[in-house]
Nanobody, 125 residues
Framework: QVQLVESGGGLVQAGGSLRLSCAAS????????MGWFRQAPGKEREFVAA????????TYADSVKGRFTISRDNAKNTVHLRMITLKPEDTAVYYC??????????????????WGQGTQVTVSS
């Protein structure tokens, strides 16, 4: 079992940038495909980005393509989400998640096995 802890959230003005981190403990991160999801108040949790175990494959939600970049450092057991050109609609709690069984990355939240507690990102207009 892996434990995930997100950090790096905060308050930023529209157009600004943030870098979220997800630190894993308990098991080697390279065992897992990793994803980032977000949930805004009153809305369902939505997919943001995912990265394969090796880092060789990534996928993004259309709403963040070209603005967000997911990366991982398996040696440091961390996953990052670099966010630029932030918009007020990016405001949400951001969660990282780990998926253990699939060969390819997935955007489906119900296919992820472990979740962090989330970090708040607020983008002011």
């Amino acid at each position: 079992q892996v434990q995930l802890v997100e950090s790096g959230g905060g308050l930023v003005q529209a157009g600004g940038s943030l870098r979220l981190s997800c630190a894993a403990s308990g098991r080697t991160l390279s065992t897992y495909n990793m994803g980032w999801f977000r949930q805004a108040p009153g809305k369902e949790r939505e997919f943001v980005a995912a990265i394969s175990r090796s880092g060789g494959s990534t996928t993004y939600a259309d709403s963040v393509k070209g603005r967000f970049t997911i990366s991982r450092d398996n040696a440091k057991n961390t996953v990052h989400l670099r966010m630029i050109t932030l918009k007020p609609e990016d405001t949400a709690v951001y969660y990282c998640a780990a998926e253990v069984t699939r060969w390819v990355v997935t955007a489906r939240a119900d296919e992820y096995d472990y979740w962090g507690q989330g970090t708040q990102v607020t983008v002011s207009s």
